[in-house]
């Protein structure tokens, strides 16, 4: 066989004009194919092993200086068949470097060789002329907006909580809830990897994220059913950065800003990679303390007479975050890979409000009660994640299996000292809380993804259970002995399982994408209370499909259609009926009867030249579940979650940058929004309607000596918050940014709501409780940021480049 293919090697040499050498090469091909099939092939990744699309692939045989072009997949997959030989590798994508390889040889010993190629971005030089690559602010994928903050000079100094505020669309609410769109049903994840926390834990997991460790922000309000069906408002994903291709890296960052309070983030972020092996871990201190001032008030009927109660609050939160986390990732075989991560935290918050309540009616001295509500809780978590992945080909065939455990722990003591002071009567009361809570989760899933000729095919299996139980001991101090309240204490313990199956299917036209998928999710819910109440028991087996169709007319137009059906299931702290106290006359409570939120939401995306990008979302939700005002028996206020019925949101959003100067780059984005569900009148129900338009005006200056700055206004109008209209408000950011020392050392300088002009203000449309607050949170910060980078390249290869490499 080797014979025979030097004599027609010789021969096509001989033939010189009247063969072309390319046939003759083709043909040598061919008869290698009988012997065994040569394939090579791989992924364009980029740094941080994402896929790049439409990236030129050329392979230059060395032997016969013939060269042959593939492009790059949605994957990044590409392959070339049937050539044996030796070759170069040489890559160009737009926004990236080029790439070239070393010789690589394929043949019998090497039949089949996988090169998965990473390219790098950043700073491109073209004959000594540099160019900085910058990623926009704002871009849109399949249907997802997609935020870049890794490149902000606003992070210095905050934490991913804080981060939120400044992603135009989403909103934090007066109680710390995460708000998109006006709606509190948003799943949040990390790297893909779902939190399922909610409430006060996920507020308290998001503020001890440096917000320096973000690369980028994902919201997708129509996920497809690879993903969990939870979040009627969408999914938040946080893809933190990722350490860059070296050997061994070291990250140091040092951060002080000023608030109200100090505040420190002290950060040390470590890497060692071979080819086999990735070692990584950091350890991470802050104190995210806060301060707040406000006022609220409301009417009371206390025996037969109608009394005006206002308040006076302040609150004050010291925080001491330790974070720390590591893992590992191990390819023990070619196409097998093993990773484990661990994430841990220690938060030893603490807070107090103070409050002073005056009651006053028509020819009546006023009556005061000073109340101080102290509260030490403690949070412990601890996540382990085991993750396998085969690769089972070169086409992107591949198998991954994902468990994980988290635990995450509160030891909540409290305690509330009121004095109710009338003319120089005074009666003093203390109340006294021990909260502690666990909560275990434990999930599993497994997906398959199949690459076809025609289409590609991925389907997956999850099991998730969460089990929280707390207990909630209220004693009263009385005759100088604190005594159990048995009226108000409480056990809650809840547990949840999810099963869920789902298949999707993508199909590649010439000009359109089109993804279809389905996910079946069987639920049992199971809630058990110490008190005479009723168990909370629900099992349910749902469909949610899913639908994504994407149109590129032309280079410039891209269009994208999805739907998505979702649930929101009540959040645990939703459904237990213990109460939260403020103080004696205000408190949170649960709902055990909560069902959950159903919502079908369709969005439609244009892009015009991947830059400005127009979108139409509307959410329609039954059993909309927000918080509802009642005044209990003792003439209290109970704000308690609830189903307001069915649920309609509209919204209209436009982005877009503008290139005003050589050095002046801004970025739009604008929201035109409607939302409208009924709230519980004193004569029946009433639909509650609100247009609404909030937005972002981000601005980017390259200056001299290599600074850059940014500078963010943000304004949201009033808008529906359950059964408040709030005010509306805004705020400014600033920030600039230098590196130095051949961009070892970052130096950033922030100043985040520099006119302290944030407030969470609203009046109540319910005639039953006419309530209204004003909360004006100490949102004042100047920070600056130290980060030293110390870093290795990964071992170049030591054979000598050949002529055809230099010519490259």
Known sequence: MYV??????????????????????????????????????????????????????????????????????????????????????????KGYRSYRSDTIRVDAQTPVLVKDINLNSGVTSIQAVHINIRKPNIQTDKGQLIFNVADSGLASGLNG????????????????????????????????????????????????????DIDKIEINTTPGAEFDAAGNAGI???????????????????????????????????AFKSEKLLFYGSLDYNTPHSFSRGSNGNTINID?????????????????YYTWKAGAVWQFLPKHNLAVDYHGYYDDFKSIRLSEVSFSKPGAENAYLFSSNTVKEPYHYDSVALTYRY?????????????????????????????????????????????????????????????????????GLKWAEVNNDNKFVYTNFTEGTWEIDPGMSNNFSYSEKIG????????????????????????????????????????????????????????????????????????????????????????????PHLVPEIAWVYQVNYS?????????????????????????????????????GDYRRFDLTFSAPVKLTSFWNTQFFIDLNHTSYPISMIDGDKLFNLYG?????????????????????????????????????????????????????????????????????????????????NDRPYGQNFGITLKYHIGKELAKSSSSKTEEQERL
Do not use: C
């Open 693 to 773: 338009i909030n937005g972002s005006l981000q601005n980017n200056f390259q200056l001299p000596a290599g600074i850059s700055a940014n500078l963010q206004m943000t304004y949201y109008s009033s808008e529906p918050r359950g059964i408040y209209k709030t005010a509306p408000t805004g705020f400014i950011d600033i920030g600039i940014s230098k590196a130095f020392f051949h961009k070892k050392l970052d130096v950033t300088f922030s100043a985040n709501d520099i006119f302290n002009s944030n407030r969470y203000k609203g009046v109540s449309q319910s005639n039953i409780v006419d309530y209204h607050y």
């Open 161 to 212: 909580f804080e981060l939120l505020k400044k992603i135009p669309g989403i909103g934090i609410g007066q109680n710390d809830e995460i708000l998109f769109r006006g709606g509190v049903g948003v799943n949040i994840m990390i790297d893909g990897r779902m939190t399922y926390l909610s409430g006060p834990q996920l507020s308290n997991y998001l503020k001890g994220l440096s917000a320096e």
């Open 500 to 591: 869920a199956a789902y298949v999707t299917a993508n199909k590649d036209f010439e000009t359109t994408s089109v993804i279809i998928g389905v996910r079946v999710e069987y639920t049992e819910a199971n809630g058990e209370f110490l008190q005479n109440i009723p168990n909370y028991k629900l099992h349910y087996t749902k469909l949610f499909p899913s639908l994504s169709v994407e149109q590129k007319m032309g280079d410039n137009h891209k269009m994208n259609v999805s739907l998505s059906r979702r649930i929101n299931r009540p959040a645990y702290a939703d459904l237990n009926p213990v109460k939260w106290f403020v103080d004696p006359y205000f408190y949170f409570t649960g709902n």
């Open 304 to 320: 037969g007479s109608v009394q005006e109660l206002t308040r006076e609050n302040e609150k004050t939160f010291k925080v001491n």
């Open 236 to 270: 938040v994903n946080f893809k933190l950065k990722k350490s860059k291709k070296k050997e061994f890296s070291l990250d140091l960052r040092s951060s002080v800003s000023k608030s109200r309070f100090w505040k420190f983030n002290e950060n040390i972020n470590a």
């Open 391 to 459: 690769d089972i080909d070169s086409s992107g065939k591949k198998i991954t299996a994902d468990a994980n455990y988290t635990i995450y722990r509160n030891f909540s003591d409290g305690l509330m000292i009121s004095s109710f002071k009338l003319t120089e009567n005074n009666v003093d009361t203390q109340l006294r809380s021990h909260q502690p809570g666990t909560i275990k989760i434990k999930s599993f899933k497994t997906d398959t993804e199949l690459p076809f000729t025609n289409f590609k095919l991925k389907a």
């Open 4 to 93: 025979m293919k030097f004599l027609l090697f010789k021969s096509g040499r001989k033939l010189g004009n009247q063969l072309n050498l390319k046939f003759v090469f083709i043909f040598l091909i061919s008869i290698n194919f009988v012997e065994a099939q040569y394939t090579i092939s791989g992924r364009i990744l980029t740094e941080e092993d994402e896929p790049v699309k439409d990236a030129q692939v050329e392979i230059r045989n060395l032997e016969y200086h013939i060269s042959e072009w593939k492009i790059s997949d949605s994957s990044g997959q590409y392959q070339f068949i049937n050539i044996p030989g030796s070759y170069l590798i040489n890559v160009v994508a």
């Open 608 to 644: 015009f030249k991947k830059k400005y990008i127009f979108s139409l979302a509307y959410n329609q939700s039954k059993n909309y579940i927000n918080r509802r005002l009642v005044i209990d028996d003792m003439q209290s206020i109970m704000s308690r979650s609830d189903n307001f």
